[in-house]
């Protein structure tokens, strides 16, 4: 599986935008734990996500987290998405699994 990534000249969201979607959407796909190598999530937004001094787009969008480290960027296809946050849970498993 190929990991979706941000598109020619589409720029990530902003770490307030990325703040957000953590704190007010619900992903449709999780793979992964925050505190393990990473952990994936997917958002479709049907309407604009409003906060307090901006807002996110309607849209797809993939969030990953390693560590401290967190970013959100848009993308154009669902299933790839999809995809990489059920390869990522299949990894966790597999890691927690051989490492209990």
């Known amino acids: 599986m190929t990991r979706p990534s941000p598109?020619?000249?589409v720029p990530m969201l902003s770490d307030r935008q990325t703040e957000a979607l953590r704190?007010?959407?619900?992903?449709?796909?999780?793979?992964?734990?925050?505190?393990?190598?990473?952990?994936?999530?997917?958002?479709?937004?049907?309407?604009?996500?409003?906060?307090?001094?901006?807002?996110?787009?309607?849209?797809?969008?993939?969030?990953?987290?390693s560590g401290k480290s967190e970013y959100a960027y848009?993308?154009?296809?669902?299933?790839?998405?999809?995809?990489y946050a059920d390869e990522t849970e299949r990894r966790y498993v597999a890691w927690a699994e051989a490492n209990p």
């Open 23 to 65: 704190e007010s959407a619900e992903p449709i796909a999780v793979g992964g734990e925050s505190d393990w190598e990473v952990a994936v999530h997917v958002y479709a937004l049907q309407t604009r996500l409003a906060y307090a001094g901006g807002s996110v787009p309607a849209g797809l969008f993939v969030r990953t987290v």
């Open 74 to 83: 848009p993308v154009s296809d669902a299933a790839a998405a999809i995809a």
């Open 7 to 9: 598109e020619d000249g």
